[in-house]
């Protein structure tokens, strides 16, 4: 069935560096990829999508690229905030069939002034 | 309301109690899903509605677990009979049609 991995956290990293959290997938046909974000007390918000090969989803400066060759979605982002703090979910919708969401199982990531 | 609601945030019940949680979708949006959160986990599927039809309950984890959605809005997931490991967060999201789901934030249901 499908399946999503991402790396596990949590990831500290201090204000204005790079991040890069990666996530693969296993899944048939051509998926569509998501990410996801958890702020502290809130629920899971959008935070960028991709539905084809190639497509690269950005928002708020993280940017995430459908990579088919490598079954990657990787999140990157160039500057963090202390405000990105959060957990971050991968997820894949599959292009037929259940339309439910396949989840990763978060990457908590923690921003330091 | 301009989100997905949920309702109770917070469920306490003693073992063997029934409970029912309680989705508000968007308004408009014809699909509705329900997820169980594991705490440290990811969300996973339980079933997923169009209009009022429940077109997949696969991840229902056992026959105490039921879904409704009468009238193609409001959803209700029903659980009979608690146990300790039901205890999670209770996540619902809608969608208009193959859009992006929108979710609620969540019942964090304890067992004791």
């Known amino acids: 069935g499908d399946s999503v991995t991402q790396m596990e956290g949590p990831v500290t990293l201090s204000e204005e560096a790079f991040l890069t959290i990666n996530c693969t997938y296993t899944a048939t046909g051509y998926p569509s990829l998501f990410w996801y974000v958890q702020y502290p007390g809130e629920g899971l918000q959008l935070l960028l999508k991709?539905?084809?090969?190639?497509d690269k989803g950005s928002n708020k400066g993280f940017e995430a690229t459908y990579r088919k060759e490598t079954t990657s979605f990787h999140l990157e982002k160039g500057s963090v905030q202390v405000s990105d703090s959060a957990v971050y979910f991968c997820?894949?919708?599959?292009?037929?069939?259940?339309?439910?969401?396949?989840f990763g199982s978060g990457t908590r990531l923690q921003v330091q002034p | 309301g301009a989100g997905v609601s949920q309702s109770p945030r917070y469920k306490v019940a003693k073992r063997g109690q029934d409970v029912a949680l309680r989705c508000d979708p968007i308004s408009g949006h014809v699909s509705l899903f329900w997820y169980q959160q594991a705490l440290g986990q990811g969300p996973e599927f339980l079933t997923y509605f169009q209009n009022e039809a429940q077109l997949d309950k696969s991840g229902l984890p056992s026959d105490r677990f039921f879904a409704e959605r009468p009238e193609g809005s409001v959803s209700t997931l029903k659980i009979q009979r608690t146990q300790q490991e039901d205890s999670a967060v209770y996540l619902c999201a809608s969608s208009f049609d193959r859009g992006p789901a929108f979710f609620g934030q969540g019942t964090r249901l304890t067992v004791v």
């Open positions: 997820a894949l919708s599959p292009d037929t069939g259940r339309r439910a969401l396949t």
């Open positions: 991709a539905t084809k090969a190639d």
